[in-house]
């Protein structure tokens, strides 16, 4: 088989092998991976790239040991949700930055975090004042939760009073052109319906549609894409009553 065959063949299986790999290690984002699952990643990342860039090395050098890894994590991950103790030495626990207003320079000591950290990650939470804090956890993913003094939090409708109705989440109808008839049908509605809400703004059809969606009071809102067979089109930013 030609050289250049074999290593576009071994990029292919190694990269399923990879995405697969992480899709059944779950959904959390980089930066709220554990130690361990963030070694495993990285492990699984250097063990692919060999086999790719030499072909003498059989691809099941590579795969074998991705299996493994993948093994362990899962086996691990199913530790961790049984036992307290497990899920406290893989993953750590939250250390206590700020308590009652004041800071913690034992625990920042402890865990190693300095001022400098600590007021970047508050301005990242839209917290210039470290005197407007009462709590802020150093969460074990290395993010920072912040619980703003009472003086300090914004205004909700409970504080003023005013009595609000239930909001759901949007349902997207249409994403990118394509129909979403699986939510159509949760919430019983059907592509007659669709099509005649969205010729009530001018679309002739679900295709030319960016984005369809539908909210918990019957809202629909509805974004044209900007441009159809060539020609652009006036955004549909418009909202019409179920």
């Known amino acids: 088989m030609n050289h250049h065959l ?12 990879v995405l697969v790999t992480m899709r059944l290690m779950g959904k959390r984002e980089i930066g709220q991976l554990a130690p361990f699952d963030l070694v ?5 990342a250097e063990l692919a790239a060999i086999p790719m860039e030499d072909p ?15 093994v362990l994590e899962l086996a691990l991950s199913h530790l961790t949700l049984r036992s307290l103790k497990m899920r406290r030495l893989v ?5 206590l930055i700020i308590k009652n207003g004041r800071l913690n320079e034992r625990e920042m000591r ?8 600590l007021l970047a990650q508050l301005r990242e939470k839209n917290v210039p004042n470290v005197a407007d804090v009462e709590f802020a956890i150093l969460e074990t993913s290395g993010t920072l939760s912040v619980i703003p003094k009472s003086q300090k939090r914004p205004l909700t409708p409970e504080d003023l009073g005013i009595p609000t109705q239930y909001e759901g989440v949007p349902v997207p109808l249409v994403i990118d052109g ?65």
């Open 6 to 17: 074999i290593i576009t063949y071994r990029t292919i299986v190694l990269y399923l092998t």
């Open 40 to 44: 495993i990643a990285v492990m699984i």
């Open 56 to 70: 003498k090395i059989p691809i099941t050098h590579g795969l074998i040991p991705i299996a493994t890894l993948l």
């Open 91 to 95: 993953s750590g626990t939250p250390s």
């Open 110 to 117: 402890r865990v190693r975090y300095n001022i400098n950290d």
């Open 178 to 242: 394509q129909v979403e008839y699986k939510n159509l049908d949760q919430i019983g509605l059907d592509l007659t319906w669709l099509e005649t809400e969205l010729a009530k703004q001018g679309v002739e059809h679900p295709s030319q549609v960016l984005l369809a969606s539908i909210d918990s009071s019957g809202q629909l809102y509805v974004q044209k894409k900007e441009r159809l067979k060539g020609e652009p089109t006036k955004p549909a930013d418009e909202l019409s009553d179920f």
